[in-house]
C-alpha cells in the first residue's frame, strides 16, 4: 500500500527559506509522477510543481517558478521542494501526491494524482 508522508513545515518570515520532504512507500510503478500541490484556507487545492519519477522532468506553476525547486532521491524514494524567498501568499498547507499512470497529459491536474499525503502546514509571516 502506497503511503506518502511529508515533513518539513514550519513558521517562516517573508523571504526565507523552507525544504519540504515527502517519503514515499510501497512504490511499485515503474513510471509515475510525483507533485507537490497547497491549500490555503477557502480555496482549492492547486498546484505547485512536479515530477517525473523516470526520466525527472519537472513542472512548475507560475507561482512559484523562480523560487521553488523540485527533486526527487530515487533510492531514498523521497521528494523535496526546496522552497526559496517565501512570502505570506505561500501560505498552505502541502501536499505531497502520486500519480501512479503518467497517463494525463499534464502534471498538474489534480485530480490524476492516485494518492496523498496527510499535508504539511507552511505559514510566512510579514
Known amino acids: 500500500q502506497v503511503q506518502l508522508v511529508e515533513s518539513g513545515g514550519g513558521l517562516v518570515q517573508a523571504g526565507g527559506s523552507l525544504r519540504l520532504s515527502c517519503a514515499a512507500s510501497g512504490l511499485t510503478f515503474s513510471s509515475f509522477v510525483m507533485g507537490w500541490f497547497r491549500q490555503a484556507p477557502g480555496k482549492e487545492r492547486e498546484f505547485v510543481a512536479a515530477i517525473r519519477w523516470r526520466g525527472g522532468s519537472t513542472d512548475y506553476a507560475h507561482s512559484g517558478r523562480g523560487r521553488f525547486t523540485i527533486s526527487k532521491d530515487n533510492a531514498e524514494n523521497e521528494v523535496y521542494l526546496q522552497m526559496n524567498s517565501l512570502k505570506p501568499e505561500d501560505t498552505a498547507v502541502y501536499y505531497c501526491?502520486?500519480?501512479?499512470?503518467?497517463?494525463?497529459?499534464?502534471?498538474?491536474?489534480?485530480?490524476?494524482?492516485?494518492?496523498w499525503g496527510q499535508g504539511t502546514q507552511v505559514t510566512v509571516s510579514s
Open positions: 501526491g502520486l500519480d501512479r499512470t503518467d497517463a494525463s497529459p499534464t502534471m498538474r491536474d489534480v485530480l490524476a494524482y492516485d494518492y
